[in-house]
C-alpha cells in the first residue's frame, strides 16, 4: 500500500487506449468504487501533444478497478460530486469552454443528475438523467454538494 505521501496512477487507459486528461474524481464511502471525468481538456490547453484517443466520458470502477464508461453523452464532462447517501450523482457538463478561455454559447453550460442503481461487488449503473440548472454565467468547474 503506498505511503501518505506517494502518488501512484489508478488508471491512464481504457481498453488500451490513452485516457484524456482524467479530472474529477468521487471515492464512494460505501464501497471504495470511483467515478471520474475524463475529457479532452489537456489537448485543448496543449497538455497532450498528439490525438485524442477516446471521447469525452464519465468512467467508474468497481471494489476491483474493473473500469467502464457511466456517461458518454456529454460535451465535456467537468466537475462531479455525490450527495451524502450516494444515490445521486451530479455531471458538470462544461462544453461552453474554448481553449482561449472565450466561451462557446452554442453548447451546454450545465450541471446534471443521474440517479445511482448499485449492487454489491458489480458495476454501478447511471440512470434517469436529468437537467438540475442551467448555469448563466461564467463556465461552470468544480462541485461540491453536502
Given at each position: 500500500m503506498p505511503s501518505q505521501c506517494s502518488v501512484f496512477r489508478i488508471v491512464t487507459h481504457y481498453?488500451?487506449?490513452s485516457l484524456?486528461?482524467?479530472n474529477d474524481v468521487i471515492i464512494s464511502c460505501n464501497d471504495q468504487s470511483m467515478c471520474f471525468t475524463d475529457s479532452q481538456y489537456g489537448f485543448m490547453q496543449i497538455f497532450h501533444y498528439c490525438q485524442p484517443q477516446l471521447d469525452n466520458n464519465v468512467y467508474g470502477s468497481d471494489i476491483n478497478e474493473d473500469f467502464q464508461i457511466l456517461v458518454n453523452n456529454l460535451v465535456k464532462p467537468d466537475g462531479i460530486g455525490?450527495?451524502?447517501e450516494e444515490t445521486i450523482l451530479y455531471v458538470i457538463d462544461n462544453g461552453c469552454a474554448v481553449a482561449?478561455?472565450?466561451i462557446n454559447s452554442h453548447v451546454p453550460r450545465v450541471i446534471y443528475s443521474h440517479q445511482i442503481y448499485r449492487q454489491p461487488y458489480k458495476h454501478i449503473h447511471f440512470y434517469n438523467k436529468r437537467l438540475l440548472t442551467p448555469v448563466q454565467s461564467r463556465i461552470p468547474d468544480e462541485?461540491?454538494?453536502?
Open positions: 481498453n488500451n487506449l484524456n486528461s482524467a455525490v450527495n451524502p482561449n478561455g472565450s462541485i461540491k454538494v453536502d
